[in-house]
Structures are given as C-alpha cells and as structure tokens.
C-alpha cells in the first residue's frame, strides 16, 4: 500500500526537522501550555502528534507527567533518543490519532503545529482525531490545539479556497539522508466557526480562538484573516 503524503514526510525526518524554523518556538508554547493549566504539575498530559517530542521533552523537564504519541517510527526514535540523553522518563507510543486507546485518562491534551489534525484526506478523518483526543479526557479536561486558519486563504484568494478548502501544494523536501523528496501536500484549512461548531458537537462548554505566533502563544492576539494559523483553547464539559 503507498504511504500517504504525511507519512512519507515524516520518514527519516527528525534531525532535519528539529532544524526547520517552525520548530523554534517550542520554549514560548510550552510557558503558555503552563499558564493555561495554572502550573499543575499533578495532572497528566497527552501530545498528539508529538513528532520528535520537542513539547513533551520540555514539558517533562518541568516537571509535568506527559505521553507522546505519533504515527512516524523515525520521529518517535528521534524523541526517544533526546528523552534518554536528557535523563527523562516519557513514554513514546506509536499510535494513530483516529483511533486512541485512551479513555477519561489525561487533564489536558495538546496537539500542536498540525502534528495530526488537520493533515487527513477527507474531513470525516480529521473529525475522527478531534473525537479521539476527547474521548481521551477527563471530564473538565482542557484540548490546546492549533490548525490551520480559513480565513487566510479566503481572503487572499477566494475562488481557490471555496472550491475545496483545501491547500493543495507541492512540497519539496530533504531527509536526514539528503534525500530529497517531493511530496503532494492535501491539508484542510478550518474557518474558526468550523471549529467552534464542531467542537460543540463534541461537548466543549468553552471555546476560545487566537492567533497563533511562532513561540509567542497568548489570548492577546486576536485571530485576523492575516494569521496563516490558529490556537484553539476547548474546555470539556
């Protein structure tokens, strides 16, 4: 069977990926990640998507009891092996995020700079991940994530987008091999009373929509059609 585009990205790409400049911000999301949970290090978290763990190994140093999951053998190793020379006990499993094991078990989940959602072929996948990270809180429990933000493209090119709300691209990149790859990128773009409505589908009570900066996550910045993506706070019912 032939790998989908984000699996083949994610092949033999974790040295080369903890490199590229959208992952630089990982101190300035994690102090936010903090804020949001008012520093409780007594409750247990769950990142989807987690990659080569760059939020869960940061986390953990502070002192948080984190699992990190993902569908990529190659960036699951590459956490591993950073996990283990920083002396740091998190568990690294390899799960696909439309089908969770979890059920009431974490206090907040966290899926950031579209580890999972928003990446899948049809919406009713994407839907699948949204279910599976709630049906893996707790009741209370908090989802942080960002996706991409519908409005940037609706207004920067509005016939494009209302064909399929799609971003349909070419991707060219090199491997930890220098290989390079070329890939046929499919990602969805969500407007945020997409989001809202459904997440309320789900049971979210509380929903709050922002800008999200590179590093600088913050309920300050108010999410325009000029934010190539969004941070999504949800608070279970």
């Given at each position: 069977?032939?790998?989908?585009w984000?699996?083949?990205?994610?092949?033999?790409?974790?040295?080369?990926?903890?490199?590229?400049?959208?992952?630089?911000?990982?101190?300035?999301?994690?102090?936010?990640?903090?804020?949001e949970?008012?520093?409780?290090?007594?409750?247990?978290?769950?990142?989807?998507?987690?990659?080569?763990?760059?939020?869960?190994?940061?986390?953990?140093?502070?002192?948080?009891?984190?699992?990190?999951i993902?569908?990529?053998?190659?960036?699951?190793?590459?956490?591993?092996?950073?996990?283990?020379?920083?002396?740091?006990?998190?568990?690294?499993?390899?799960?696909?995020?439309?089908?969770?094991?979890?059920?009431?078990?974490?206090?907040?989940?966290?899926?950031?700079?579209?580890?999972?959602?928003?990446?899948?072929?049809?919406?009713?996948?994407?839907?699948?991940?949204?279910?599976?990270?709630?049906?893996?809180?707790k009741?209370?429990?908090?989802f942080?994530?960002?996706?991409?933000?519908?409005?940037?493209?609706?207004y920067?090119?509005?016939?494009?987008?209302?064909?399929?709300?799609?971003?349909?691209?070419?991707?060219?990149v090199e491997?930890?091999?220098?290989?390079?790859?070329?890939?046929?990128c499919?990602?969805?773009?969500?407007?945020?009373?997409?989001?809202?409505?459904?997440?309320?589908?789900?049971g979210?009570?509380?929903?709050?929509?922002?800008?999200?900066?590179?590093?600088?996550?913050?309920?300050?910045?108010?999410?325009?059609?000029?934010?190539?993506?969004?941070?999504?706070?949800?608070?279970?019912?």
């Open positions: 069977m032939q790998s989908k984000y699996e083949t990205l994610f092949e033999n790409y974790g040295q080369k990926y903890d490199s590229e400049s959208f992952t630089q911000g990982t101190i300035g999301e994690c102090d936010f990640i903090e804020k949970i008012g520093f409780n290090k007594s409750i247990k978290i769950l990142d989807i998507g987690c990659g080569t763990g760059r939020h869960s190994i940061e986390l953990s140093k502070r002192g948080y009891n984190i699992m990190g993902d569908l990529s053998d190659s960036q699951l190793a590459r956490a591993r092996e950073k996990a283990q020379k920083r002396g740091l006990k998190i568990n690294f499993l390899k799960h696909d995020a439309r089908s969770l094991p979890f059920e009431n078990e974490f206090d907040l989940v966290i899926m950031l700079c579209e580890g999972a959602f928003p990446l899948m072929e049809t919406d009713e996948m994407n839907y699948e991940i949204l279910e599976n990270a709630t049906k893996s809180l009741d209370s429990g908090k942080i994530f960002t996706t991409l933000n519908g409005l940037f493209p609706l920067h090119s509005v016939e494009e987008f209302c064909s399929s709300n799609r971003d349909r691209n070419i991707t060219e491997d930890d091999n220098g290989n390079k790859k070329k890939l046929e499919n990602e969805r773009y969500y407007l945020p009373s997409e989001i809202t409505w459904l997440l309320k589908t789900l979210y009570i509380k929903i709050d929509i922002f800008d999200a900066k590179l590093g600088a996550l913050s309920r300050n910045d108010k999410l325009t059609t000029g934010d190539f993506e969004m941070l999504v706070v949800a608070e279970k019912q």
